[in-house]
């Protein structure tokens, strides 16, 4: 069923598996949204949740995490990225599990994917992308600072939408949803430290021909715990439905133990299993 209410997803890295698993059991039960927003990882996911792909976040990373070609630390001394995006999006063979581009567009949801621009250092959206846009909107909002050349879109250059909008609830209400579902990959009590004076160095030297940028990469850790402290606010008053893990996530962003990877996503799907009945009476009350 399309229910009119927006889905978000908060990206983080392979934390992520976590949000296939509550959209995968979203998929199994024929539930939709009218909109879905995306940022990072949660933005790589929404794609595989708009276009009905079951299964193919969780078999790609568990399948193929420690393929050389997609993921390795290695990287850094050729001074590539470490995780190669354009792996997500190449044609491998008969048995590899491509996007389904055509499935994505018959999708009766709208699809936003978040990204930060550099220029301004400022959010920036793409809605219902395709072809190259669709792939090069995905690449820019999943490309973390530092270990990701910024990527040329039509908004400019730009990297991961996590840097100026973590957790885009905003962007649903600025559409008018009143119903709006958050699927964190976080805990609910999470809080960031503040930048350390390390890493504010290095976003200064790093991106210094964008000073916008650094200073909202220095800032994120300050803006997040606010939206995490109004999130908390809008779910305890029924302004949002929230789907987060209830305990901290022992996965990390480049997480190679497979056995830790699938154990979130299956966390993540029977989670949201158990939910269900609340979740459908939020979105039909």
């Known amino acids: 069923m399309l229910y009119n209410a927006a889905l978000i997803l908060e990206g983080g ?23 879905v ?31 050389r070609s997609y993921m390795s630390s290695l990287n850094i001394l050729k001074r590539q990225p470490v995780i190669n995006l354009d792996f997500l999006f190449n044609d491998h063979g008969w048995d590899w599990h491509n996007f389904d581009e055509a499935a994505y567009q018959r999708s009766a949801s709208d ?4 990204a930060s621009e550099l220029k301004h250092g400022q959010t920036v959206t793409f809605t219902n992308p395709t072809g190259d846009d669709l792939e090069a909107a995905l690449k820019a909002s999943s490309s973390m600072p530092f270990m990701f ?36 990959t976080r805990e609910r009590d999470y809080k960031k430290k503040p930048t350390s004076k390390v890493v504010a160095k290095l976003y200064e030297k790093q991106y210094h021909d964008y000073p916008a940028f650094a200073k909202a990469g220095i800032m994120r850790p300050a803006v997040y715990n606010e939206q995490v402290d109004h999130l908390n606010i809008m779910e305890a008053t029924g302004q949002a439905y929230v789907i987060a893990p209830a305990e901290p996530v022992k996965v990390g962003r480049m997480e190679h133990n497979i056995k830790k990877l699938q154990a979130l996503y299956d966390e993540g799907f029977n989670q949201a299993e158990q939910l269900l009945p609340d979740l459908i009476e939020y979105l039909e009350q």
């Open 13 to 35: 890295a392979m934390r992520g598996q976590y949000s296939a698993g509550v959209t995968d059991l979203f998929l199994k039960h024929h539930i939709e949204f009218k909109h």
């Open 111 to 114: 699809f936003t994917i978040v």
């Open 149 to 184: 050349a910024p990527v040329q879109t039509e908004h400019g250059l730009c990297l991961d939408g996590g840097v100026t909008d973590s957790i885009p609830y905003d962007l649903a209400q600025q559409a008018g949803f009143d119903k709006i579902v958050v699927v964190r």
């Open 37 to 67: 927003y995306g940022v990072s990882a949660g933005a790589l996911c929404g794609a595989n949740f708009v276009s009905k792909q079951f299964g193919r976040m969780i078999t790609v990373n568990t399948k193929y995490r420690n393929d």
